[in-house]
């Protein structure tokens, strides 16, 4: 009898899952996603840091959901006036589930437009005196802002995604305030999968500023240069843009494979003059450089 009762308790020890009494469960299979922070130059004089303090990174389920990466170890504080040319900060990398996705969501420090300066503010502008001032975001922005563009995470294996912040496009000033407000614009590329186009810039007039936009091929129309309306900057539909620096060279970094066409202005003092002309046709292909001199004296007008 005591024997029969042994075996009625190691059955039922069995029935309700003790993990002696058989296999463990199939482990979860993921990829992981490493994830960087690129930026491109603002082309505002005066202007030495652009400071973000990104507290939560989510990402875009198939089920239309959005989930936070829980190994993100914010607040993290980032000068995106750090990160142009091609430097990037790592944010950390990050177990998935293998699949296809299209959106990240970075939520920051800041307080919406109309709840008065913060006292400590983790988003703001700092000047060339010293001085600083806050990033306000719109009302109702505290839902996050979206990063758009697909990558996959393959199973057992590694994706490297860069998270390019496009700071001439994100940040504009409130009317006649002088409030500054973030709208950030975030594109996401896959590493391996994009290019850059390089190069000299030649016959440039004394004191004049030079700032080149790529367009994919065929995008780019007079109305691009219009003065900008309301929010929306001069040159909305530009992939990327650089000013010419000291050696006379620009750099267009994180572009995705294909043909791409580049907007070459001008400027005095930071204020937009012209467009000088325009170089079409250039080709980037994944993981190369394209190195493409420009001469301001023979560009098409």
């Known amino acids: 009898m005591y024997r029969i009762g042994r075996i009625v308790l190691i059955f039922l020890f069995c029935l309700f899952g003790v993990t002696a009494c058989g296999p463990d469960p199939d482990p979860v299979e993921t990829g992981r996603l490493n994830l960087y922070l690129t930026d491109a130059p603002l ?4 202007i030495v840091g652009v400071y973000i303090t ?3 990174i989510h990402y875009h389920t198939r089920a239309n959901t959005w989930e936070a990466f829980e190994e993100f ?10 990160l142009l040319r091609g430097e990037t900060k790592f944010l950390g990398s990050f177990e998935m589930l293998p699949g296809h996705y ?6 920051l420090d800041a307080k919406e437009l109309g709840q008065g300066p913060p006292t400590n503010p983790g988003c703001y502008i700092e000047f060339d005196d010293g001085s600083t001032r806050p990033l306000f975001v719109p009302s109702g922005s505290q839902s996050g802002f979206k990063g758009i563009g ?3 995470v393959p199973l057992n294996g590694v994706v490297d995604v860069t998270a390019d912040f496009d700071v001439r496009r994100s940040i504009v000033v409130a009317g006649q305030s002088g409030i500054y407000i973030l709208k950030p614009v975030i594109r996401l590329v896959v590493n391996d999968q994009a290019g850059r186009i390089v190069g000299n810039v030649f016959n440039i007039p004394e004191d004049t500023g030079i700032v080149i936009y790529a367009y994919e091929s065929g995008d780019y129309t007079e109305d691009e240069a219009a ?3 309301g929010d929306e900057g001069r040159f909305p539909g530009a992939i990327n843009s650089d000013m010419v620096c000291e050696n006379n060279k620009y750099h267009l970094d994180f572009l995705a494979e294909g043909m791409y066409d580049l907007v070459v202005t001008s400027t ?3 204020v937009f003059q012209e467009v000088v002309g325009t170089v079409e046709g250039i080709a980037v292909s994944a993981g190369q450089t394209t190195n493409h001199p420009i001469d301001l004296l023979e560009l098409s007008p």
């Open 102 to 107: 299209t959106q990240l969501r970075f939520m």
């Open 150 to 152: 697909p990558f996959s």
């Open 43 to 46: 082309d505002t004089e005066g």
């Open 73 to 82: 170890e914010g607040p993290v504080t980032v000068n995106l006036l750090d």
């Open 54 to 56: 990104i507290m939560e």
């Open 268 to 270: 005095i003092d930071g």
């Open 227 to 229: 003065d900008p309306v």
